[in-house]
């Protein structure tokens, strides 16, 4: 018995029979639920790159005037995180992007990449920003505190609206790294405001290259979770909202499934999962309409409890599971239902 994969579910699968001797059938059944489509964020991407790209502008100007390298650090941040937005925006827009003959998911990773390389690069910026705060505190200058923190302080207006413009997209990774990359510009902000503060209250000569890397230290950690995750997302890992082993209790739970094995879960961009596994069923003379009831149900089980929007599954009688090649090769190990 097979379905189409794009059958929704409440339509009934195109029967094949197939005997094997056993009197068993054996039937390849997809079942697919269409996606609702992820926010659009192209507004917010927009405003959020015309602030910050205003900002560094100014940053950078005042932070070269008074000889700050906390200014010039915030500012050279702020660049990255311009890049980072166009990054994130390019993958949205990627991943929006309709399948075709050669792409049969569309360009949905381009999101994941999108988050790879924005960590990447803000990795390879605190770097930077750390090498030269310690050349910095061989050879300390005064700055001018007053400046500092008016300019920083505008930082922490334009990063804080900006963040929130992506708030509301935190459950997608590229989103996620968007808002999180504002909402640690803010913080960095306000870190050297502190530091203006320090200079103006005790002429330390050294807090401004030691707030730089005080700035370093809380991008890097920020950015770490970010960093691994996209690496995890590229090679096919299991996302993070989706439990594996709790997948395959649900798949066992339905109506006459006694197995589960070749479960995968994967993602195909930073907000969308699939699915594909294959189901013994105890019942050989399951009929069409059984079989649709099935599907419809695992289909709705997946994406409630786990958000899997596309799932694939085979159904198996036992004994042609019993024959499977992929049984105990490229799957999960076989997983039965408590008698």
Known sequence: ????????????????GHDHGHDHGHGHSHGHSHAHPPPNFNRAFAVGITLNVGFVAVEAYYGWKIHSLALLADAA????????????WVGALAGQRQPDARH?????????????INAVLLLVAMGWLAWEALGRLQSPHATEGWTVIVVAAIGIAINTATALL????????????AFLHMAADALVSLGVVVGGVLFLWQGWLWIDPVMSLLI???????????FRQSVHLMFDGVPPSVSLHEVQQCLLALPSVQAV????????????????????????????ADTAVLLARAQHELEQRFGIRHSTLQLESAAFAAQCHLLEHGGQADAHAAP
């Open 216 to 226: 370093a230290a809380v991008v890097v950690v920020g950015t770490w979770g970010l």
């Open 77 to 88: 941040h702020n660049l990255g995180d311009v890049a980072g937005l166009l990054l994130a």
């Open 104 to 116: 049969t998911y569309g360009w949905q990773r381009g999101t994941i990449l999108a988050a790879l």
């Open 166 to 177: 992506f708030l509301r997209g935190r459950d997608d990774l590229n989103i996620r790294g």
């Open 261 to 288: 094995h070749d479960l995968h879960v994967w993602p195909t961009s930073t907000s969308q999962t699939a699915l594909t596994a294959h189901l013994v069923l105890a019942d050989s003379t399951a009929t069409a």
């Open 1 to 16: 018995m097979s379905a189409d994969p794009h059958t929704h579910p409440h339509t009934h699968p195109h029967d094949h």
